[in-house]
C-alpha cells in the first residue's frame, strides 16, 4: 500500500455557519454519538446552564465539521485501523509507513 493519497475536497465553511445546531448534531451523529446533554438539549429540555454547554459543544462540531485538519485526521485514523486490522497489527500505521522507506542509520 503507498503511504499516501490526493484528494481534492471543497470545504464551503459559510454554508457551514448557517447550519442550525440541530442540522450540526445530525451531521455529527453520523460520525459518532451525541453526549446526553445534547440530546436533552435538542429536544428542548434541560437548565440554563445545560442549554449552554449543549450549545458550546455543538458549536465546535460546527468548527470540527468544517476543518480541513480535523477532516484529514479521522480519515488516516479510519484508513489506519482498517490497515493494521488486515495486517492483524496495531500502532501507528502512517509513522510505520514512512520508518520503513526511510531506515534511519
Known amino acids: 500500500m503507498s503511504n499516501h493519497y490526493h484528494l481534492v475536497i471543497r470545504i464551503d465553511k459559510e454554508k457551514g455557519r448557517a447550519w442550525s445546531d440541530k442540522e450540526v448534531a445530525r ?35 460546527r468548527k470540527r465539521l468544517s476543518d480541513l485538519s480535523w477532516y484529514m485526521r479521522c480519515l488516516n485514523e479510519h484508513l489506519a485501523r482498517m490497515a493494521n486490522k488486515e495486517d492483524y497489527c496495531t500502532g501507528r500505521f502512517w509513522d510505520r509507513s514512512y520508518a520503513s522507506m526511510h531506515p534511519r542509520h
Open 27 to 61: 451531521r455529527w451523529k453520523q460520525l459518532y454519538s451525541w453526549p446526553l446533554l445534547v440530546e436533552v438539549y435538542l429536544k428542548g429540555q434541560g437548565s440554563t446552564a445545560e442549554i449552554a454547554k449543549a450549545q458550546e459543544i455543538i458549536e465546535v462540531w
